[in-house]
């Protein structure tokens, strides 16, 4: 699986940006997909999740009612729509999805596959 993320940038406090990941080698259906965030100094942090195979989804409390995870109808691209962005949502994003069972990885937050990060900077 190769996953393509893009769609980071500098934003003002306050505004919005959605990040894509596209992905390719096995369909979305089987996999369950996630972003992650990682700031400067900090551990790499559990952002929301998405269920292949029944499209239910799962977000951070720290970005409940901000962001949303989605997929396209072909099933190959993931998004994080990001609203209301605070200066503490400021890092570099990373998609990724793993192979598991979708209550496994809630649990473990274990993924199998990485793309490059893509930065997020909110300004104030």
């Known amino acids: 699986v190769q996953l393509q993320a893009c769609g980071g940038g500098l934003v003002q406090a306050g505004g919005s940006l959605r990040l894509s990941c596209a992905a390719s080698?096995?369909?979305?259906?089987?996999?369950?997909m996630g972003w992650f965030r990682q700031a400067p100094g900090k551990e790499r942090e559990f952002v929301a999740a998405?269920?292949?195979?029944?499209?239910?989804?799962y977000h951070a409390d720290s970005v409940t009612g901000r962001f949303t995870i989605s997929r396209d109808n072909a099933k190959t691209t993931v998004y994080l729509q990001m609203n209301s962005l605070k200066r503490e949502d400021t890092a570099v994003y990373y998609c990724?999805?793993?192979?598991?069972?979708?209550?496994?990885?809630?649990?473990?937050?274990?993924?199998?596959?990485w793309g490059q990060g893509t930065q997020v900077t909110v300004s104030s």
């Open positions: 080698g096995r369909t979305l259906s089987s996999l369950v």
């Open positions: 998405l269920s292949g195979s029944s499209g239910s989804t």
């Open positions: 990724a999805a793993s192979t598991r069972s979708t209550l496994e990885t809630l649990r473990s937050r274990k993924f199998d596959y």
